[in-house]
């Protein structure tokens, strides 16, 4: 087993926080991926995790590794699909780090982030993009 496969392997037994702001970029970008495939995977809208997982994305979609990035926008999304309107209270300070590192990124990144103001839209969070000194769709 290589020095990448013992770290990554390793990584997998910390919690969420450690995995998703870690300093290797691997295990940031496995952590997401495996985060948007546990929020795939809940059904039940006021499961406790999804309120556990709500803080840690304004950090992570502004991760300044482009394809960690990425890979983090698909954690959002799955959550976003995932919540309820309770998600709504962090929609502000995840939209701000969006607006400030994902819109002027690769093309597949804005398409991404513009998906996940969509589902904030969706999940009743509109006063994230009329609250500030700027309206991100105006």
Known sequence: MSEEEKLLKEAKKLPWEDR????????????NIDLAS????IIDPKDSRLREFAPLFRKTVADSN????????DALIAF???ADADAGRHAKEVCDAIVAKCLTGRPKTV?????????WVELEAVEAFLVGDFMVFG
């Open 20 to 31: 998703l702001l870690h300093k290797n970029w691997k295990v940031r970008n496995e952590a």
């Open 38 to 41: 546990l929020c795939d995977s």
């Open 66 to 73: 482009a394809p960690v990035q990425e890979k983090a926008l």
């Open 80 to 82: 976003l699909r995932a």
């Open 111 to 119: 398409e991404k982030a513009q998906a996940a103001f969509m589902l």
